[in-house]
C-alpha cells in the first residue's frame, strides 16, 4: 500500500500530469490524421523522454499510446476515413451517423466507449496479470492461425447482400498483402520487377486510398453536394444522453472484455479485436438490417474493443516483456532506456514504477475524455465545409500521410491506385471493408500458418491436436455456413414476396 502511494504521489506531481496530457494530446493528432498513426507520434516521442524521470517519461509514451488509439475514431466518423487501421471498422456506422447530422453523438459515445473500454482492460491487467499472461503465452502458431482465421470469418458479416462479392473482397486483400518481399523465406512475389513494390503495399497507405479517394472523387465531382452541404450546415453539436449511455453499458463490458483478451495475445491488435467486436455487436443486435446504416452500437462496439487492446498489450508486455504490435514496442524500449526491464521480476524490482504507470493510464484516459468532449463542438464544424474544399484539404492530408508513411513517392502513386479501383468497387456495390480486413489479417494469418508448419515438419495435425485451435476453426466454420443458410433463407423469402 505503501509503494502504491508513492507511485501516486509520483504520477500525480504536476509535471507528470502535464507529460501525460501532452502526450495524449499528440496522439489525438496524429491517430486523427490518416497516415500520422500514434506509432509515429511513439517514435517521435521516444527522444523526448530521454531527460525525463521515469514515471512522466513512462506517461508521455503511455499517453501518446492511448491518445493515437482513441484519435482514429475522429477522421472515421466525421470523413468515413479511418485514422488508424483499429478505426476501420467505426467508419461502417459512424460515417453514416455524421451523414444523418449526428456527428458529435457518435464522437462523444466513440469516446466514451473509449474510456470506458480502456479503464477497463487497466482493472483486468491489474487483478489477472498473471493469469492472462500465461493464457496468452499458451498460443503459438496454430491457435493464433485459428484466432485469425475466425476473424476472418466475420467478412460474412461485413459484405451486406451478398456472400460471394464479401468474399471476393476479402480474398482481393489477402493477395494484395502478399506482395513484396516474403518475410520468412526473403524472396520477392508479385513485385513484376519494380523496385517500389518490393517492399509491399503499406496497410496504410491502401486505407488511405481505399477510404479517401473515392470521397475526394465524389466531392470533386459534385455528387450530391448541394444536398450534402445543406444537411451539414444544420448540424448541431448534441452529445449522448447518460441514460442512452447506460443502456449500451452490457455491450461496451462484453466489447472491452474482447478487446482485452485480443491485446493479450502478442501478435493481433486493436483492428482485429474492432472487427471482432463489431460482428459481435451485429450478432447479438435485434435490428441487424440498421448495421452499416449508422447504428450507434456500431461505433461504440469497435471503440470499446480497440482502446481496451491497450490494457491487454500491457498485460505479456510487463510480465513477459514481450510486445504485442509495434507501438507497445517501443513502449518497451522507452521503459528499458530508464532501467525497467519488464519480465517476471518486474514487480519486485520495480513496484513503484509499475503502479505510477497504472495512475498514468488512468490520467490519459481522463484527458483522453475532456480533451475530445472540449473539442467535439469544434470537429463537427469540420462537416460544414463546403465538399469541394473539403475535399481539397483531404486531399492534400492523404498526400502527406501516404508519402510520410515510407517518405516514398511510390506510396502516393499506390494510394492513387487503389483509391481509383475502390471508386470503381463502390461504382459495382463491391463493400470495401473485407478489403481491409483481409488485408489487416493477410500477414498474420499467413505467417501463422507457416510457422505451424515448419514447426510440425509440414504435418498439419497441428492444428488438429490443439484444442484451443480446434474451437476457433469450428467457430468460423459455424459463422460461414449460418451466414450462407440465412442468406439463401433471405434469398427464398424475396422470390415468394416477388412471385
Avoid at 463502390?426 to 493477410?442: D, E, K, S, Y
Wanted: charged fraction near 10%; proline fraction near 5%.
Amino acid at each position: 500500500m505503501d509503494m502504491f502511494l508513492n507511485a501516486a504521489l509520483l504520477a500525480l506531481d504536476p509535471w507528470a500530469i502535464g507529460a501525460v496530457g501532452f502526450g495524449t494530446f499528440i496522439g489525438l493528432v496524429f491517430g486523427s490524421i490518416p497516415g500520422l498513426t500514434f506509432t509515429v507520434a511513439l517514435a517521435l516521442a521516444l527522444p523526448v523522454t530521454f531527460a525525463m524521470d521515469s514515471v512522466p517519461a513512462t506517461g508521455l509514451l503511455l499517453g501518446t499510446y492511448i491518445g493515437g488509439m482513441t484519435g482514429g475514431s475522429v477522421s472515421a466518423i466525421l470523413l468515413g476515413i479511418p485514422g488508424t487501421p483499429s478505426a476501420a471498422a467505426t467508419v461502417m456506422d459512424g460515417h453514416p451517423m455524421a451523414k444523418r447530422g449526428q456527428a458529435s453523438i457518435a464522437l462523444g459515445a466513440a469516446v466514451v466507449a473509449s474510456v470506458f473500454g480502456g479503464i477497463f482492460s487497466l482493472a483486468v491487467m491489474i487483478v489477472s496479470v498473471n493469469l492472462v499472461s500465461r493464457l496468452a503465452i499458451g498460443f503459438g502458431p496454430a491457435e493464433i492461425f485459428a484466432l485469425v482465421v475466425f476473424g476472418l470469418s466475420t467478412i460474412c458479416g461485413l459484405c451486406g447482400g451478398s456472400i460471394l462479392k464479401g468474399l471476393i473482397s476479402g480474398v482481393v486483400g489477402l493477395m494484395v498483402m502478399t506482395v513484396g518481399m516474403d518475410q520468412i523465406e526473403g524472396v520477392p512475389r508479385m513485385t513484376f520487377g519494380s523496385i517500389g513494390l518490393m517492399s509491399g503495399v503499406s496497410l496504410l497507405v491502401a486505407m488511405i486510398g481505399l477510404f479517401a479517394v473515392p470521397f475526394i472523387i465524389e466531392a470533386s465531382a459534385g455528387d450530391g453536394g448541394g444536398q450534402g452541404a445543406g444537411r451539414m450546415a444544420r448540424i448541431r453539436a448534441d452529445l449522448p444522453g447518460l441514460r442512452l449511455l447506460l443502456s449500451k453499458a452490457w455491450l461496451m463490458v462484453r466489447c472491452s472484455a474482447l478487446g482485452t483478451g485480443i491485446g493479450a495475445i502478442p501478435g493481433t491488435g486493436g483492428a482485429i479485436a474492432s472487427f471482432l467486436a463489431y460482428d459481435h455487436a451485429r450478432r447479438t443486435s435485434a435490428d441487424k438490417a440498421s448495421f452499416g446504416q449508422g447504428n450507434l452500437d456500431g461505433v461504440i462496439a469497435p471503440e470499446a474493443a480497440n482502446n481496451a487492446v491497450t490494457g491487454g498489450t500491457l498485460i505479456p508486455l510487463l510480465s513477459l516483456g514481450i510486445p504485442g504490435d509495434p507501438a507497445t514496442a517501443i513502449v518497451l524500449a522507452g521503459l528499458m532506456i530508464h532501467g525497467i526491464s519488464p519480465g517476471p521480476a518486474l514487480f519486485m524490482n520495480h513496484a513503484t514504477e509499475v503502479y505510477g504507470m497504472y495512475v498514468a493510464v488512468v490520467i490519459a484516459y481522463l484527458w483522453v475524455l475532456a480533451l475530445q468532449l472540449a473539442g467535439i463542438r469544434l470537429f463537427v464544424h469540420v462537416l460544414k465545409i463546403p465538399r469541394e474544399l473539403l475535399a481539397a484539404g483531404v486531399l492534400v492530408l492523404c498526400l502527406i500521410g501516404a508519402w510520410s508513411v515510407r517518405n516514398s513517392v511510390f506510396d502516393i502513386y499506390a494510394m492513387g491506385i487503389i483509391g481509383v479501383a475502390a471508386y470503381v468497387l463502390v461504382a459495382l456495390r463491391v463493400p470495401i471493408t473485407p478489403i481491409i480486413l483481409g488485408m489487416v489479417l493477410g500477414p498474420t494469418i499467413e505467417n501463422e500458418f507457416r510457422t505451424a508448419l515448419m514447426l510440425s515438419g509440414g504435418s498439419a495435425d497441428i492444428f488438429l491436436h490443439s484444442p484451443i485451435a480446434l474451437l476457433f476453426l469450428g467457430l468460423a466454420a459455424l459463422v460461414i455456413v449460418l451466414q450462407a443458410v440465412g442468406e439463401i433463407r433471405l434469398r427464398a423469402s424475396q422470390q415468394k414476396v416477388n412471385a
